[in-house]
């Protein structure tokens, strides 16, 4: 896959530690997920080592899957799937499952528009799934109402682990938008689809690379309004990972290995690039969007200028990280830098 060149160090300023796709955990943990061998700034395409199941061939159980937090047997195929973190929904339903319960990001609904769009088919299933509350702090007793039989959690609910296990076999997978890839493979693995999820990673990125091959030497500047904060996202996040699949460049000022950074609106211009992909969370008039895009600093940056600044669905490029997401953003990036 191509690669885009990084400037070494943080740049001025502070990374995000929220419970978005991409902040779930600090940038040490995220490092020590990832590992050496790809580095911070790809997504990670293989299990992290020694994680994974004892058994490589779809659809067939018992098989005892080693995780961020263990080891759990799954005796027989689970039919009945809670999933509780970021990007978990998107993998089940990528991979043709409904699960019995969900969780929901703060100031979103309990199942994203674009995957409502994307499998209109599972609507009356996903109408049907239990409410166990919000990400950062699932409802236990709701959630073992359901009686679940598999309990899928990325490593930010780490701590919940024993309490969870104690309510159905529990998987936890790495977390973070940067690790949605490996987190897909996991979730594949666990579920006895490990086979269908890697054939699901190998198109998306083999699509990502052929769509970005027109593309390149352009830089995409990518920056998401929330409430009280506003942050550029850098290589080593989702929509970043997606960017170094493509082979897109990234401003100078986005070349950063974290997650995020956060911007103010007197320095917004410092977000500039060729084409500039920007999202609102929730209620526009609690964020600054509003006073930023209509104000001369942004109006007098370059891609704003050559209509060049896009803004896309909060949910599939900077909340959820999942492969019908990463389908969107590749699919987004490639036609509108086309036109």
Request: glycine content about 10%; overall charge negative.
């Amino acid at each position: 896959m191509a690669a885009v060149s990084v400037v070494g160090g943080l740049l001025a300023g502070c990374s995000s530690s929220s419970a978005d796709n991409d902040a779930e955990k600090t940038d040490g943990q995220q490092n020590k997920v990832i590992g050496a061998s790809e580095g911070p700034d790809a997504a990670p395409s293989t299990l992290a080592t020694g994680m994974g199941s004892d058994n490589d061939t779809d659809g067939t159980f018992p098989r005892t899957v080693t995780h961020f937090e263990g080891k759990t047997t799954i005796k027989s195929k689970p039919t009945k799937i809670a999933v509780l973190s970021t990007g978990q929904l998107d993998d089940l339903l990528s991979l043709g499952t409904v699960p019995t319960a969900t969780t929901r990001a703060d100031n979103a609904g309990l199942v994203p528009d674009y995957l409502a769009d994307a499998f209109p088919a599972d609507k009356s299933k996903l109408a049907a799934m239990t409410d166990a509350g919000t990400r950062q702090a699932p409802n236990l007793e709701t959630l073992a109402a359901a009686k679940p039989d598999l309990i899928l959690a990325n490593d930010s609910l780490g701590d919940l682990y024993p309490k969870l296990s104690k309510i159905a076999p529990t998987v936890i997978t790495a977390g973070n938008g940067i690790n949605w890839k490996r987190d897909l493979l996991l979730v594949g693995d666990a579920i006895g689809k490990g086979q269908q999820a890697q054939k699901l990673l190998d198109g998306i990125v083999e699509d990502a690379h052929e769509k970005g091959e027109a593309l390149s030497k352009t830089s995409v500047s990518m920056l998401r309004f929330t409430p009280g904060r506003t942050r550029m996202f850098g290589v080593s996040s989702f929509t970043g990972s997606i960017a170094v699949d493509m082979g897109l460049d990234r401003p100078k000022s986005q070349q950063f290995k974290a997650i995020s950074e956060d911007i103010g609106a007197e320095s917004i211009d410092k977000a500039d690039g060729d084409w500039i992909f920007y999202s609102v969370q929730g209620d526009a008039d609690k964020t600054d969007a509003a006073s930023v895009l209509a104000g001369p600093l942004w109006k007098s940056m370059s891609a704003v200028k050559a209509g060049h600044a896009v803004k896309v669905d909060d949910d599939p490029w900077y909340l959820n990280a999942g492969p019908t997401a990463a389908r969107l953003v590749v699919l987004q990036l490639a036609e509108d830098i086309s036109k």
